[in-house]
């Protein structure tokens, strides 16, 4: 394992951010932090990039202890923090030489790789522009090149995504499956289900600190594939939450979630459930717009393990 987290606890004040967190991370991987809002993931990227240090526990990187060996591997490892490092009145080019020279490197070998990154990311033909004219997705790009510019074995993501528009999220991941192909490892944060499920080989689910829940897609989809899955349309006026609750009364019913145009049903495959899901609907007053079964993905592993939605 490249990375190994035991036990870990970290506290700020009365918040316990981090609670007894244990983890692995195998060699060349995408491995993914999935969970909601404050559940301890730039935390955890913080005490592995030695910027704030944990309370208890131990943690390796590359088989060094964390924090007391962090100089013996910190040029290996690369960091894509979630607020952007870099400094708005200076060029992309000199924006990533000065994260290039932070690393120690010099010369000829700074501005060959000053260059690689700049191509690696797509702003090659911007080098030259102020980052103050930049586009945010534009940004978050530099961001990464600085990140990567030494060429580290080990890359942390920190929510790279967030806030940018569709096409730079899709260039940003592409970049991602790109450098774990080149024998990267990579970690990467993220509360959209959506890209954990596209391009992590393992995930771990991570709520108030905790580990909940872990291994490929597929494994964490079976965790909750005795559950099936029934999204109910209506026309018009959504239920309210009241009306939605008394969908638990079917037979078979395990849990009702109130969504934009309707209602989300978890139930264990009764045969009549059709049946009584249409009849409820009309005894609501409310008619049937489209009724789909669907395949459980990981925010339904979330649901069914926390009782809570990612976004909550
Ligand atoms: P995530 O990255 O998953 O959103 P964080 O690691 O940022 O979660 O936060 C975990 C918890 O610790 C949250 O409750 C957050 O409010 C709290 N927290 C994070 N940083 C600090 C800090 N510097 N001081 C106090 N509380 C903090």
């Known amino acids: 394992m490249i990375i190994k987290c035991q036990n870990v606890y970290k506290k700020y004040k009365e918040i316990q951010a981090l609670d007894g967190l244990d983890l692995s991370i195998k060699k ?32 390796s990187i590359m088989e060094q202890s964390i924090p007391s060996n962090f100089h013996k591997i910190k040029g290996k490892l690369g960091f894509v923090p979630q607020d952007l490092a870099i400094y708005e009145d200076l060029t992309a080019y000199e924006n990533i030489s000065f994260f290039a020279s932070l690393y120690g490197l010099r010369g000829k070998e700074r501005k060959d790789k000053v260059n690689k990154a700049l191509e690696f990311v797509g702003l090659k033909d911007r080098q030259k522009s102020q980052v103050k004219t930049f586009s945010g997705g534009m940004k978050r790009r530099l ?32 970049s991602i499956v790109k450098l774990n192909k080149q024998g990267n490892t990579i970690i990467y944060t993220t509360h959209y289900m959506e890209e954990a499920q596209s391009i992590c080989d393992k995930i771990s689910i991570i709520d108030y600190g905790k580990i909940i829940a872990e291994g490929t897609v597929n494994k964490l989809v079976k965790l909750v594939t005795k559950h099936e899955l029934l999204y109910v349309k209506i026309k018009g006026d959504n239920f309210n939450y009241n009306e939605s609750k008394t969908f638990l009364e079917i ?30 609907v009309k005894a609501c007053n409310k008619q049937v717009s489209t009724i789909e079964s669907r395949i459980p993905n990981l925010e339904d592993v979330f649901l069914t393990l926390t009782g809570r939605t990612l976004r909550d």
């Open 143 to 174: 961001n990464i090149a600085c990140g990567i510019c030494h060429e580290p074995e080990i890359i942390f993501f920190d929510e790279p995504t967030v806030g940018i528009d569709p096409q730079s999220r899709n260039h940003i991941l592409e």
């Open 251 to 280: 037979d078979g019913v395990e849990s009702v979630n109130l969504e934009e145009e309707g209602i989300n049903i978890t139930h264990n495959g009764n045969s009549e459930l059709l049946e009584n899901v249409i009849s409820k």
């Open 28 to 59: 060349g991987d995408i491995h993914g932090l999935l969970g909601p809002n404050g559940a301890g993931k730039s935390t955890l990227i913080n005490i592995f990039a030695s910027l704030i240090n944990h309370d208890q526990g131990d943690i």
